[in-house]
């Protein structure tokens, strides 16, 4: 029986990075949160902010394993991103995505809850088209070092619409781009905090292959309104839908950027492109544009500007 007539939420990989500005942004709009997470690569420290809210609660969870609980709609955020994180344990990760998925689905069928899926651009691998829509299918190696992210989350979508088709769960489906901003780990690889701890360090930036290579980056409180919007979206707009920015840049112009942006004198050095690194990646977000009103309002130096001032913050402390 519901006592209370505001909307439980669960959020799972709600320590992470996008999770916890998530699990924030739903406190603020009125909802109760259950935030789910194993801390293999979350941090309770992101949670400081809403911890003490008693309508946030925190739960030591992984999501290989059945949650019975009762909620009206799930997040499910659970799984690492960076590839120093996902690469780490493989196995773990593909089992993250998989029976994580299953799990997560299970329970939004039992609860009749709507579920969110955090889907990637990286479904498409190294796309052979640019820029990329949603009816892409994508061009992935099954069996390289990034297949168990890759792949684990193109199975994940498979699991999402099977479970629509054949049970009629209420499904969201949406693919995040690169997205940045305060809470992004310090050491793990991705590019946007990389450059920055090594610039604030005053160490050498490492540009991987000749830093021609593309990437779009969305800052975090643009991607968490679009989720949140998707989620409030109509039943039958189910995607996958694209969230992240368009506006796209070389690597080697990001460097340059973010050098400007920390000061210091930190140089650029060149090390070889890790294997199946994509050589483009920018969203076609007409869907969302047209589906859902939304697109991304914060431009990359506010962005950066904030993100710089946490890991001044961070270094700091
Ligand atoms: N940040 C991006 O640019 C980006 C891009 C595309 C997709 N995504 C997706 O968005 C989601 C959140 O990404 P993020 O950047 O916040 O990553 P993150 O690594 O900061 O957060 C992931 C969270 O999931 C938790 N987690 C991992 N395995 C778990 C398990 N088995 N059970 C419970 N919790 C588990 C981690 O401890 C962590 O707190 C991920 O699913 C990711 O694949 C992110």
Not at 168 to 175: L, Q
Not at 201 to 218: A, H, K, P, V
Not at 267 to 283: G, I, W
Request: charged share 20%; glycine share 8%.
């Amino acid at each position: 029986m519901r006592i209370a007539n505001r909307n439980r939420v669960l959020v799972t990989g709600g320590a992470g990075f996008i999770g916890s500005h998530l699990c924030q942004k739903l406190l603020a709009d009125g909802n109760d949160i259950l935030c789910v997470d194993n801390f293999y690569c979350g941090v309770k420290d992101n949670l400081a902010g809403v911890a003490q809210d008693p309508h946030f609660e925190l739960m030591r969870h992984d999501v290989t394993f059945p949650l019975y609980v009762e909620v009206d709609e799930i997040y499910n955020l659970a799984c690492p991103a960076s590839p120093v994180h996902y690469q780490s344990n493989p196995v773990q990760t593909t089992k993250t995505s998989v029976h994580g998925a299953i799990n997560m689905l299970g329970l939004a069928k039992r609860t009749k809850a709507r579920i969110l899926q955090a889907s990637t651009s990286e479904v498409y691998g190294d796309p052979e088209i640019h820029p990329q829509p949603e009816s892409y299918w994508g061009h992935v190696n099954p069996i390289g070092v990034r297949s168990c992210y890759d792949e684990g989350k193109r199975c994940a979508e498979t699991l999402f619409f099977d479970y629509h088709r054949q049970h009629g769960v209420e499904i969201k489906v949406v693919r995040i781009f690169n997205t940045y901003g305060p809470r992004m780990h310090p050491n793990d690889g991705r590019v946007v905090s990389n450059f920055i701890v090594q610039a604030l360090n005053g160490e050498d930036i490492t540009i991987y292959g000749d830093g021609s290579q593309t990437r779009s980056f969305c800052y975090v409180d643009d991607l968490v309104d679009g989720i949140v919007k998707m989620m409030a979206s109509p039943a039958a707009l189910i995607g996958p839908l694209n969230m992240g920015n368009p506006a796209e840049m070389s690597i080697r112009d990001l460097a340059e950027k973010i050098l400007a942006l920390c000061g210091g004198r930190s140089k650029l050095v060149f090390k070889p492109l890790p294997r199946d690194d994509p050589k483009q990646r920018r969203p076609d977000i007409a869907q969302a544009r047209d589906r859902l009103g939304w697109q991304p309002r914060v431009g990359l130096e506010d962005g950066l500007g904030e993100t710089i001032a946490y890991f001044k913050r961070q270094m700091a402390a």
